[in-house]
């Protein structure tokens, strides 16, 4: 039996589970023993995405809407999709100007405004705490629930605790002290937090696996998939639901809802910091994003199934969202019960973890310390350790993140479901996409635009969702969202200018996402973005045409001195990584700054963009203006000095392609002598056996003249067929070189390829009896003729069929040869069953000299690297081609054609 202090217990092991797992991986990160650098724990970190939402609140969905869940999870499966590029430019951007967090990232785009990045950290943070609260109260509802099993009692029925008797009270205190303790351990925002993102990947591995067991259960109990919902399609209700929110009943209600969960994935805080700021290496990009969709598929693979077992089982007064918990309670499945709570609480663990450090980061970076720097009378030498205090302010702010979420959790959350409370926050961070993508793509987008629209359309979304959960609160009247203000119907908030069809969230969205993007293009096609924003501007949108290091595309002009510029980074970065990064700098730049000289340009703004990445672009823009003199440059000044960073940019790609076309051409004249040399081995060899059988065969004859004519003839025999066998070996020596010269080739006569093959065949018979092979021609009973040299297309026919016998086996073997007609040329196929060609081999074969590395049936390598080669040049002197292929019994198969039409003449010789 369960009860309130084995749950307790339970919850309190599995934090401290997470905080061991933590503490593993910063200690192996410290020893440089990375636990995060792969692919598999960055898709697991993306997983972020899913939430208590998901573990509950989908289900509460599907069992009210059937399919209505699925758009929030198309969506993101959508931007994997199609957005690679997008977040592969993200991912570059934000590692060159080591952004800290989305408003960091936006300042930095519009000419580091501390105002735009103001803004958008408290919408973020306005917009987010109803998210936040949708975790606590998850993680509370589920420990209500357990707690009074094995009755099924609903939070909505038990009386408000005290706050210290809160559940989700303690949840919170204890996860501030989490991020608290690995998400400011370091001044360095973007310096990776390998013990939250191995937190974050371990909490996707368990609510994904309490998820699927919870719905593997479900399954069995009703009897399997086509029991349970062959029971529902005998319900009327469950039908209904099932069909309600099928996407052709609200096909702009499903898109709407997809494009909002498409732009949430790209701009929740969270996502991005996992996404961005935590990545280790681009690379790790394109496995994670066919990976993450497969996570999404499989934790929402049992959403229905749970959702319609819920609804059979409990068809009235038990909560949708918590049918996870529910179901295996009411089927005395109390274990299974207790794993789904721990599955829901990591879901709401990892989100308010990741969450709360990165709007912390936000708050400090971009709004508090920003404000700070630009008191009166407050200058940067009157904080003795600014990094302690920073680090403070930061702790402070994840403090006051939690606890406005579990205030709203308190005073407002308990009224709406868990579906409510995340897209009410989904909503609100979709207003960061039009600066967003616009500023990734749009040179001519401006401050003035994007801060005007993130205004507007928080506006709307305050005005369309905030505004009548105020009113479900009893905080405002109902006449606003009855009548409208002063009545005025048409403005409604649930029905601005009367557009009637939406559920409220697809409303607020489409109204909200309008203005937004009406006001952004608006204002900033009527105005002229300022120098400092065209040059961000540049940087931001050909992100891929300058180097990785902005120090590189230095803008900035003005007086500096190397020593305060190094007192500056100490103070915030403290001694010794000021001057790993100054070593940094020598070693990229191939000088060292010396403290008594002025900085140079490359200098100055190196030491912003360390400066940025621990206190934001906003911030570190203020502090470095404390130290310097800067000379404003004009807007053509600046976009000339861009065009030079570009031109040398190209140039030195250029460069570096050429260099690398002659390392390739250099490797390939290096395999060409080595080729060589194997070639002369080879023929070498096949020169010397049988010169040394003729040599001993003539010594013989010499030494026994009285030999019997029986043995006679048979020694000669054999001298007539190395003779042969070496006059086989210079023919094709002295073939390769009259091929490579061009003057190998006879008139071109009209001929049938039937009679070539005929004859070579015939050529081949006693070879190919002598080892057992079976050779088969299929010809067609008319071709017309080619026209071409006899005697060169016998040698491709004889070449082709002596290489099909040389790895043909000598038990079973089979060569087909093929010959038909198609279109204005003759095609054919020689195919054997032998070892093959190896994929990577197919190409090469025809390459002088080039042999693949295998054995033929007798175990030496067959042939000398030149037949082939003389193949294939044969063929195209007669306007031909061939490839190498499979054959249909897993050997080796060469298709070639030749035209119908007599190849064009050479041109004729130049005579003075």
Known sequence: MLGAPLILAVALGYVGLLFAVAF????????????????????????????????????????????????????????????????RKMIRIGKAHRTTSIADFLSSRYGKSAALAAAVTCFALLGLIPYIALQLKAVADGFDILSHAPLIIMPRHLEAKPVLEDTSFHVAWLLALFAMLFGTRKLEATERHEGIVAAVAFESIVKLAAFVAVGLFTLAAFGGPAALFGRAAAEPRLQEILAAAHPRAEPLGWSLEMLLSFLAFLCLPRQFHVAVVENVSEEHLGKALWLFPLYLWAINLFVLPIAVAGSLQFP?????????????????????????????????????????????????????????????????????????????????????????????????????????????????????????????????????????????????????????????????????????????????????????????????????????????????????????????????????????????????????????????????????????????????????????????????????????????????????????????????????????????????????????????????????????????????????????????????????????????????????????????LVNQVLDFQRLESGKSLGQPLPLDLREVWREAAAAMRPMLEERGIRLALEEPETLPPVFGDRDRLLQVALNLLSNALKFCPDTGGRIDVRLERRGDEITGVVSDNGPGIPAEDREAVFEAFYQVRRRGPRGRLAGTGLGLAIVRRILEHHGGWIRAASGPEGGAAFHFGLPLRPPPPPPPALTP
């Open 316 to 728: 009235g007064g038990v909560d949708a969202d918590t049918f996870g918990l529910t179901l295996p309670l009411a089927l005395q499945r109390e274990g299974l019960a207790l794993v789904a709570f721990v599955g829901g609480m990591s879901a709401a663990t990892a989100m308010v973890i990741v969450e709360s450090v990165a709007l912390a980061t936000m708050i400090a970076n971009d709004l508090l310390l920003p404000l700070w720097l630009r008191l009166p009378g407050r200058p940067l030498s009157l904080e003795r350790d600014p990094r302690r205090g920073i680090l403070v302010l930061r702790r402070a702010c994840i403090v006051l993140v939690l606890a406005s979420g579990y205030a709203y959790y308190r005073a407002i959350g308990q009224m709406h479901s868990l579906v409510a409370l995340g897209q009410i926050s989904f909503v609100a961070v979709a207003q960061f996409a039009p600066a967003l993508l616009g500023g990734l793509f749009w040179k001519h987008a401006t401050r003035r635009g994007a801060l005007a629209g993130l205004i507007g359309g928080f506006a709307v979304w305050f005005y369309t969702l905030i505004v009548p959960s105020l009113v479900d609160a009893g905080l405002l009247g109902e006449a606003i969202v009855a009548h409208g203000p002063a009545g005025w119907g048409w403005l409604r908030p649930g029905h601005l200018m009367g557009l009637e069809g939406l559920n409220p969230i697809a409303h607020a969205f489409f109204w909200s996402l309008l203005v937004n993007l009406g006001l952004f293009t608006g204002l900033s096609l009527l105005g002229t973005p300022p120098a400092a924003e065209r040059a961000q501007a540049e940087l931001f949108v050909d992100a891929f045409a300058f180097p990785a290091r902005p120090e590189a595309v230095p803008l900035w002009r003005g007086t500096a001195r190397v020593r305060d510029l190094r007192l500056l980074l100490e103070r915030f970065l403290g001694r010794e990584r000021t001057e790993e990064a100054l070593g940094e700098f020598a070693r990229h730049h191939g000088l060292r700054p010396r403290p008594g000289r002025p900085a140079d340009p490359a200098l100055v703004t190196f030491a912003e963009g360390l400066l940025a990445g621990a206190v934001g672009s906003a911030s570190a823009r203020v502090m470095v203006a404390s130290v310097v003199q800067e000379k404003p440059l004009r807007a053509e000044e600046l976009l000339e000095i861009l065009e030079e960073n570009r031109a040398a940019i190209s140039y030195s790609r250029e460069l570096e392609k050429l260099a690398e076309e002659l390392r390739a051409a250099n490797r390939r004249l290096e395999e060409l002598d080595r080729l060589k040399d194997e070639f002369i081995a080879t023929v070498t060899h096949e020169l010397r056996t049988p010169l040394a059988a003729v040599r001993s065969i003539a010594e013989s004859l010499q030494a026994h003249p009285r030999m019997p004519e029986e043995r006679r003839r048979s020694l000669t025999a054999v001298v007539v067929k190395e003779s042969e066998r070496l006059g086989r």
């Open 24 to 87: 593993w991986a910063d200690r192996r990160a410290e020893r440089g023993r990375s636990a995060i650098a792969n692919p598999y724990v960055y898709a697991l970190s993306l997983a972020v995405y899913c939430t208590a939402w998901t573990f509950y609140g989908s289900v509460g969905r599907a069992a009210a809407e059937g399919p209505a869940f699925l758009p929030t999870y198309l969506g993101p499966t959508l931007a994997c999709a199609l957005g690679f590029t997008v977040m």
